[in-house]
């Protein structure tokens, strides 16, 4: 018989043994699901209202717990961001918004994989007096929040007029960044560096020609980490761009201004504000994770 | 094509925050290796002949001495301007490149135009048989492969030196003999002086044109395989070439009319072939030597008068087809024992705690627990003095 053939997986429920105690035990799983459950539910809520509100018009979203049900839903919010200009105090088109924060990010997030895997390499894989010691201070320096120097910086760049590059240029030498590139190179066999310089390449083309093209699962990481922080700034660009400067507004600022300051106003619009500001995170993410799997998976390397 | 000259090259273990002296891990090393010749440097793990061959490569710098290629001071130059190749341990390939480009990146760094780096390349790869190979990645090759790869890449570039560094132990055992002896034929046809690294003893005698054993970073002997088994400076290095090891037991030197060495109850007559040998023979008159006495020179002659063998009682039994090795407990201070100054520090091995060998050839049933009166050939003995030096 082929039922015989599959082991079963579950213990047979025996009907010989006393109902009560199984009940019990049944009763007891149910209870500790559902807690479960609860909490799960705490955490997505937000999230749900979230998504599901920027597809409602303003009154309905905050209609109590029919916030929470897909119901009524329109694509009016999305169509009116995206066509319109934003209200409030100053005016631009979405687009614009999104362009200033991909040329930040992009800047942040090139120049950062430039630098600082150029940091590491000096620190991981030459020899130079003091190098001990500037790799202490580097790692020092990632307990410094941003917050500490945003102040004295804000002092260094406010007046230059050149807005995007001032967003862009304290976060590209990032310490944290350094320490990921710093800690995959010194795991690298040094044997291949060496083979290199046998071959006659000297520490800069080792770097390019054989060192960066092993690296490229770190190179991933460190880009999507460093995505995820800058497309998110909000304090530095606040102190830097000017209200009425739309053109070098990044998305989390120009959503502060040009919602407007009363938070009843424009809550549909907010929150499909939102959900266009979060699409890039989730896109780059999935994108990068798949990737970011294959590489892990085929760099074996040894020989 | 070069001749290579180590003068008094020293490398200084760096000993980073210690308290400690630094200690040499090379010691003042002197070696000439000859153009064309292939030189195998050989001995325990630590013994500093890695070391050796990376300053020789420019991947480490000496702390003191010279080192000459051709009459040219090459110390303080850097690795890429030595014009040497060197075969790695773990091949060291770069893992993102094909073969092809493994092979070519010496010439990609030298500048050569691609279609005659292409022409060579394949040249190369026809030669080590891996031309079918060369659109592929180092992972998607056997280890045996990935040696050829390596090889190739040391070979494309015509190198005047070239520097391997135990190019086999990553290798299983059938194909480190075939490969051994590729690398050999290699090098005879393309001529070019070799320096070998490997702690392989016996690889050492098959591959060297001369073998250079050291130990501690010290240069214990340099000569051809032949000069090292029949005369070898030390305990050490007779204990270190020849497989299985020699047997080393405590002794004392007389002299009446004849020269005589007694161990136990043995007192064998030295025929004069051993005399001539062992030119400090006469000042060691009445103290205590090392007797070193190979396992094949060992016979079992129950005929044998009582002065000349001893009786002993079989150990242990391995048996190789060929022969029989069986070893026993030394009837005398064996090696290893401490009976003598520095004599467990000068020979590498100190597991065998005064046990010896005998090779019985061709063999014969022994089983362990079997009583044997074994017989040392007198021509084949090897005199040391307490310190392990060769009389």
């Not at chain 2, 440097?41 to 002949?49: A, N």
């Amino acid at each position: 018989m082929s039922t015989s053939v599959a082991p079963p997986l579950r213990r047979p429920r025996s009907r010989v043994r006393p109902p009560s105690r199984s009940r019990v035990r049944l009763r007891r799983a149910a209870l500790g699901r559902a807690a479960l459950v609860l909490v799960a539910l705490g955490y997505a809520a937000p999230l749900v209202y979230f998504v599901l509100g920027s597809f409602k018009r303003d009154e309905d979203v905050i209609d109590g717990l029919r916030g929470f049900l897909p119901v009524d839903l329109t694509f009016d919010n999305y169509i009116q961001l995206v066509t319109t200009t934003l209200n409030s105090e100053s005016s631009g088109y979405l687009w614009r918004f999104f362009l200033t924060s991909f040329t930040v990010t992009g800047i942040v997030v090139g120049g950062g994989l430039v630098v600082n895997s150029m940091v590491a390499y000096a620190l991981a894989r030459l020899e130079w007096k003091g190098r001990d010691a500037v790799l202490m201070g580097v790692l020092a320096l990632a307990i410094i929040p941003f917050e500490a120097i945003a102040i004295p910086l804000y002092y260094m760049l406010h007046d230059n007029p050149h807005k995007i590059i001032i967003q862009a240029l304290p976060f590209i030498a990032n310490s944290f960044s350094i320490y990921l590139f710093y800690s995959f190179f010194v795991g690298l066999p040094k044997a291949i560096d060496e083979a290199a310089r046998i071959d006659g390449a000297g520490p800069w083309r080792i770097f390019v020609l054989i060192i960066v093209p092993m690296s490229k699962p770190v190179y991933a990481t460190v880009a999507i980490l460093t995505f995820l922080t800058t497309w998110g700034q909000y304090l530095w660009p606040l102190l830097v761009v000017p209200p009425d400067q739309n053109g070098a507004q990044p998305l989390p600022t120009a959503l502060g201004y040009f919602t407007g300051v009363n938070p009843t106003q424009l809550l549909g619009q907010r929150l499909a504000f939102g959900v266009l500001m979060v699409a890039p995170i989730v896109v780059v993410y999935l994108f990068f994770q798949r990737w970011f799997i294959a590489s892990v998976a085929t760099s074996g390397l040894k020989g | 094509m070069a001749q290579i000259v180590l003068d008094q090259v020293t490398k200084m273990f760096p000993v980073a925050g210690q308290v400690r002296e630094p200690r040499p891990i090379v010691d003042a090393l002197d070696l000439t290796v000859e153009d064309g010749e292939f030189l195998v440097l050989v001995g325990p793990s630590g013994c500093g002949k890695t070391t050796s061959l990376r300053m020789v490569a420019g991947l480490e710098s000496a702390s003191s001495g010279r080192i000459l290629f051709d009459d040219r001071d090459v110390t303080d130059l850097p690795a890429r301007d030595r014009n040497v190749a060197f075969v790695f341990q773990d091949f060291a390939l770069y893992p993102h490149l094909t073969v092809g480009a493994n092979i070519g990146f010496p010439l990609r760094m030298a500048g050569v135009a691609p279609g005659i780096a292409e022409a060579r390349v394949n040249r190369v790869a026809a030669m080590l048989r891996i031309d079918d190979q060369l659109g592929k990645r180092p992972r998607q090759l056997s280890s045996g492969q990935r040696q050829r790869v390596a090889m190739g890449r040391a070979v494309v570039r015509d190198p005047d030196v070239f520097l391997m560094d135990e190019p086999l132990s990553n290798l299983d055992a059938m194909l480190r003999v075939e490969v051994r002896a590729e690398i050999s034929s290699l090098q005879r046809r393309l001529g070019r002086t070799t320096i070998y690294v490997t702690h392989d003893g016996e690889e050492a005698m098959t591959m060297g044109h001369r073998v250079a054993v050291m130990r501690g970073g010290v240069l214990q002997q340099c000569g051809t395989p032949d000069e090292l088994y029949t005369s070898p400076s030390n305990c050490f290095v007779a204990g270190f070439v020849g497989t299985p090891q020699m047997n080393f037991v405590a002794g004392q030197l007389w002299c009446d009319e004849r020269w005589q060495v007694v161990f136990g109850q043995v007192r064998m007559t030295l025929p004069d072939t051993v005399v001539a040998r062992h030119p400090r023979l006469a000042r060691q008159e009445g103290s205590v030597v090392v007797v070193g006495f190979r396992p094949e020179d060992v016979l079992v002659d129950p005929q044998a008068s009582e002065i000349e063998a001893f009786d002993v009682q079989v150990s242990e039994v391995q048996r190789l087809g060929k022969e029989v090795r069986v070893l026993f407990p030394a009837p005398v201070h064996g090696f290893g024992v401490g009976e003598i100054d520095d004599l467990d520090t000068l020979t590498h091995k100190v597991g065998r705690s005064g046990e010896l060998m005998a090779t019985i050839s061709p063999p014969r049933p022994v089983a362990v627990g079997d009583q044997l009166r074994l017989r040392v050939q007198p021509e084949a003995v090897h005199l040391f003095d307490a310190l392990g030096r060769a009389l």
